[in-house]
């Protein structure tokens, strides 16, 4: 089958892909194109923005968390009814999270989806040796297919049209166009990447990005390259078909949804529904207290940013805990954990009080970045699964959590090396609050398990009652 797509990569981090690939997808959607983003690796920054310049979901790729396979399946499906699909990459081209092979990297997802690359070169200082790096990139792995190349960052024409001759001249890859240096089309960032897409004003970033991109980005040429791509054969689908249960037996799922709670994978989101949920948004910035549900959904985000809109909210900090009290099943990724807690410390020192479900204190510390792939393997049974049930996931995150009680842990944890990182998972009754932000792709069974004890727990407060 023909899916017509491209990999958005660059020769390093910090070169622009981002801003690259919003311009694409803005001027591509003002052509009329049904264009399909994704985002390679863990990153939840990036797909928020892809949202908002292309009108679809991003989806995220990973091929330590997911393997060749489940790429696949979920580029796919995502892309059955685009016309193209662009894919961002993650740091420079071929590094991962390995050093000597391409574990992990933008190259690796290229080969997996036997996709071609334009390659994104920052040339705002670069004349000639332009080639040679272009080059480079080429022929280190000459397996790959370096389709075209865009320069970041040019201040005129001139500059750029020397750039291409000499890229083209040396390499015969082609050179699709470039963007200049506009400080309006900046998105600001923070420790943990970009800010938010929901943070921003509006759509008229991307609208810019994608009127600067038609100016001078041979649109044309950019959509012959993704329309030359190879046939893909279809995988078979790894996902779960969608539970068969009678309405009335649907478990309400609260998901936390806003400036402060944003970070989720749209596939953990999309296999809760195949299990049997029901998704309901709430925020726990504006909303008085939780909606009617079974099971609480705390994704991560920046807490810290909003703790003391969180603690003046006190109305919905009781209802969590009331809610965890008497028996709902709550599951919290990393921001949610932080929210869980009895008090949250920002970066300047000043505490705010939380929900108070976990018997632990986190604090803010930019000297404690905590970063990289996991691996959770659990050795207690629960909400998630039984005993033995492994799944991967990724941590980054800057605040350190600490306890005056001996915490219980739901299971342990190995990063991509297979070194020991302790345990995560802190359980309170029903209550799991992890710093991983595991992706259920990798074991569609552990958002089955969280449907089914909530829904077990439901039922038993309904006969309770």
């Known amino acids: 089958m023909s899916f017509p797509r491209l990999v958005i990569a660059g020769t390093h981090s910090g070169v622009g892909k981002t801003t690259v690939t919003l311009a694409l997808l803005s001027a591509f959607r003002a052509r009329g194109r049904t264009v399909q983003p994704f985002k390679v690796g863990p990153d939840f920054l990036d797909p928020g923005h892809h949202l908002l310049a292309s009108g679809r979901e991003s989806r995220n790729l990973d091929g330590w968390m997911l393997g060749a396979v489940l790429n696949r399946t979920i580029f796919q499906e995502a892309a059955q009814d685009a016309d193209l699909s662009i894919i961002e990459g993650m740091m420079g081209l071929f590094d991962g999270s390995s050093p000597v092979n391409a574990t992990g990297s933008t190259a690796e997802m290229a080969h997996q989806l036997n996709a071609p690359i334009l390659l994104v070169v920052d040339g705002s200082a670069m004349a000639r040796s332009a080639a040679a790096m272009v080059y480079g990139y080429a022929n280190f792995d000459s397996s790959l297919n370096v389709a075209g190349v865009i320069f970041n960052r040019l201040s005129s024409e001139g500059h750029y049209l020397l750039l291409k001759e000499a890229v083209e001249q040396e390499t015969r890859i082609p050179v699709v166009g470039y963007l200049r240096s506009d400080s309006d089309v900046t998105i600001p960032d923070r420790h943990l990447g970009l800010r938010t897409a929901l943070e921003g004003s509006g759509t008229e970033l991307y609208a810019k990005l994608g009127q600067l991109a038609s100016a001078t980005i041979d649109l044309g040429r950019v959509e012959q390259l993704a329309q030359a791509s190879p046939e893909m054969l279809v995988t078979n689908s790894g996902m779960p078909a969608k539970a068969s249960s009678p309405v009335n037996q649907a478990v309400r799922i609260g998901v936390a949804f806003d400036p402060a709670f944003c970070f989720y994978y749209p596939e953990n989101l999309q296999l809760l529904e195949k299990a049997g949920g029901e998704l309901v948004r709430f925020s726990p910035m504006k909303d008085s207290s939780l909606p009617d549900v079974d099971l609480v959904y705390l994704g991560g985000g920046y807490p810290e940013i909003y703790a003391e809109v969180l603690q003046r909210n006190s ?43 976990i018997p632990a204190e986190t604090a803010m510390s930019r000297t404690t970045m905590t970063l990289g792939y996991r691996e959770l393997a659990v050795t207690r049974g629960g909400p998630i699964g039984d005993e033995g049930v492994r799944v991967r996931g990724h941590e980054f995150h800057y605040s350190t959590l600490s306890s005056k009680e001996n915490l219980e842990y739901l299971g342990h944890l190995t990063d991509a090396q297979g070194r020991d990182r302790g345990g995560d998972g802190i359980t309170v009754g029903n209550v ?12 569609p069974h552990v958002p089955a398990a969280l449907v089914e004890a909530a829904r077990g727990e439901a039922g038993m407060r309904k006969g309770r009652r």
């Open 432 to 443: 799991i609050a992890l710093y991983t932000h595991l992706h259920f792709s990798s074991h």
């Open 315 to 357: 109305t919905m900090r009781q209802s969590i805990q009331a809610f965890a009290a008497r028996g709902g099943v709550v599951y919290a990724e990393c921001g949610g954990l932080m929210y869980l807690a009895n008090t949250l410390r920002d970066f300047d020192g000043t505490e705010y009080d939380m929900a108070g479900v």
